[in-house]
């Protein structure tokens, strides 16, 4: 039986649902019942009825239909948030405010900028030169289309009936035909944030004006973009070559007005009411413009960017997460002096501990790896046929084949995967007495308590999981469109599981911080070193130690959820930056995680060890 814990007035509540065919509005229902029936005066609510809320996802903070259905929308033991109208909203659930512009000329868009742009921190407008490069692919356009040229997509059919010639009568409605014909994906909708980011970068690939898209058409895509209407894109459907022609026609679907889409004042509704709402007109696409919309590897790459930025935040954070796991154990930093361990038996530490750089610094320069090659396929042009307007012609290649994003994305997941695979390892070593000279999972009265007993289970199932995630998708290539294209680089899936393992992994190291912050109440009245005293500081901000069993799923959201923001890092930064200025001479070589877990733990005095009294 699915289960959704629900968020109201911050409390935390478990709503069982025995009918996945049961409504979100219901949900929202039952979750104000139970609110209510904890409260002596009902929360100050006559009946549940007169209750008026709506419901946000608490990742990703998206906006729910309440007519739509739990089983279609949320996932088993997903997390929401009733808000109560009238209530004044926590700052995590404000919709981000643009902060100014970011001008594309499709060739210098960074990741950050693009996660920045899913997070409707920034508005688009187009380069002066982006907008002369436009007008002139999209005047080769129309002088083929008036010579009735014969070329790919343009004046024929597409795919299998690429020889088939379509009469100058009959482009416009060609397009169309294309667009409603490949919006055939399947599964959950992208959340607001990634059909954002989708949609800012098939603008930016555009912009570098080898499309022939009409510099009319693009700007109402802009507009649309600044409005954010963003239409409904299934997850599912796309094989990664000829581009992910699926979901970009569910994106280009809703720019057309057919189609559902969604906007922070409109909510879920049909896409021409919603681009109604915001003062915009559907698109009436023009000869080419349909296939402009649709071919290209953008959902693989923008995904990949979220993939890339999550993962060198947590990658950051997990030194620290190392760091402070070390202090607990009483581990030390110089692995191979052999006085390190001088106080007690033993000899040197355990590889989870000694060997962080080692394992740490693989998946930092992975990520470096996959980062670069990401931007520049987010600055590639991908489309088919591609315009040369220097030369007045077109040319049919492969730029739209996602194979390069597609092994970079496999790889990261592989490499990303380890930073858990080490972590459960740590907090096996955390909860055991017999390796950590702590109490049994954590807690006092052992027995009783169970205390961190079944988060490490969790940890251990997540970092299982993953092990089958991390099995690359791009091996596989099944034979499309009637063998005209019969090797795909399945990137969009490569994408979408780079994404769950990285969240996994954002999990795990979550337990971790919050075992570790719990092993540190076993050991006062000593104390750490000052970043790590912060980053303990920042955790109990959100938890509370664990002096009896409680609800955990809460807490580890709590955690999980500081790590997404990097809330972790902010606060450890300024401590790791300084430590380098002072000690490190820039011609020194030195690993990213030694030199993290070294200056998060060094004393002021420069010899930390364990006989300090007022450390640990």
């Known amino acids: 039986m699915p289960r959704y814990t629900v968020h109201v007035r911050g409390e935390w509540l478990a709503v069982p649902c025995l009918n996945s065919t049961n409504t979100i509005e219901w949900l929202g229902k ?99 030169e982006a907008e002369a490069k436009v007008k002139q692919s999209r005047e080769v356009i129309e002088r083929i289309v008036k010579e009735q040229t014969v070329v790919y997509g343009i004046t024929t059919g597409f795919g299998k009936f690429a020889r088939t010639v379509i009469p100058n009568s009959n482009l416009r409605e060609l397009q169309v035909n294309l667009v409603r014909s490949h919006s055939a994906g399947v599964g959950k909708p992208l959340t607001p944030e990634r059909s954002r980011m989708l949609l800012a970068l098939r603008i930016n690939v555009l912009a570098k004006g080898y499309s022939g898209i009409s510099l009319e058409t693009l700007e109402q895509v802009i507009k649309a973009f600044n409005a954010s209407c963003l239409p409904y894109i299934p ?26 889409m969604w906007s922070p004042k409109s909510g879920w509704a049909d896409a021409k009411y919603v681009l109604e709402a915001h003062g915009l007109k559907p698109i009436t696409l023009k000869p080419k413009e349909g296939l402009a919309l649709i071919n290209g590897t953008q959902m693989i790459t923008s995904l990949g960017c979220e993939a890339v930025e999550r993962a060198g935040a947590i990658a950051r954070q997990a030194d620290i997460i190392a760091a402070l796991t070390l202090e607990v154990l009483k ?12 106080f007690c038996d033993r000899v040197q530490d355990a590889y989870t501990m000694r060997c962080c750089p080692q394992v740490h610094g693989i998946v930092n320069d992975t990520i470096a790896f996959v980062k670069d090659i990401i931007t520049t396929e987010i600055n590639s042009a991908t489309d088919n046929p591609m315009v040369f307007a220097e030369r007045e012609e077109t040319i049919s290649g492969g730029n739209f084949h996602g194979e ?16 858990a695979a080490i972590s459960e390892r740590r907090i096996e070593r955390l909860c055991n007495p017999s390796l950590s000279e702590l109490p049994a999972f954590l807690v006092t009265e052992g027995g009783l ?6 988060a490490h289970c969790t940890a251990a199932a997540l970092v299982s999981e993953n092990k089958a995630l991390c099995h690359p998708s791009s091996v596989d290539s099944l034979s499309t469109s009637a063998a005209t294209e019969d090797h795909v680089s399945m990137g969009g899936w490569a994408a979408r599981k780079a994404l769950r393992v990285i969240e996994h992994v954002e999990q795990v190291l979550a337990i971790e911080l919050l075992a570790a912050c719990q092993g540190i109440e076993f050991l006062r009245p000593l104390r750490t070193t000052t970043p790590l005293e912060k980053v303990y500081d920042l955790v109990r901000s959100v938890v509370r130690p664990w002096i009896k069993d409680r609800f955990m799923a809460p807490d580890i959201e709590a955690a999980h959820r500081l790590l997404v923001d990097q809330k972790v890092w902010e606060v450890a930064k300024p401590y790791i930056e300084k430590y380098r200025r002072e000690h490190i001479p820039e011609s020194r070589p030195i690993s990213p995680t030694a030199f993290s877990l070294g200056s998060l733990r060094m004393s002021a005095d420069d010899s930390h060890d364990h006989r300090h009294q007022n450390e640990l």
Request: with cysteine; aromatic share 8%.
């Open 404 to 419: 390069y994003p597609a092994k970079a994305l496999d790889y990261l997941a592989i490499g990303v995967h380890e930073l």
């Open 449 to 454: 308590n169970s205390g961190f007993m079944i």
């Open 30 to 128: 039952e979750a104000v019942r139970r609110y209510m029936k904890n409260k002596p005066d009902n929360g100050g609510f006559a009946s549940v009825e007169e209750v008026k809320f709506y419901i946000r996802r608490c990742k990703g903070l998206g906006l729910l239909d309440l007519d739509d259905t739990v089983g279609d929308a949320l996932e088993d033991n997903e997390f929401v948030e009733v808000v109560i109208e009238g209530d004044i909203m926590s700052p995590d659930f404000i919709p981000s405010q643009p902060e100014g512009y970011i001008s594309l000329d499709g060739n210098s868009l960074t990741t950050e900028d693009l996660v920045n742009l899913g997070k409707g921190l920034y508005k688009i407008k187009l380069t002066p």
């Open 235 to 260: 997850e599912k459907g796309t094989v990664g070559a000829s581009g992910d022609l699926a979901p970009l026609s569910h994106l280009a679907l809703g720019l057309i007005g057919e189609g559902k």
């Open 331 to 342: 581990g030390t930093t110089r692995a191979f002096d052999t006085e390190s361990h001088r």
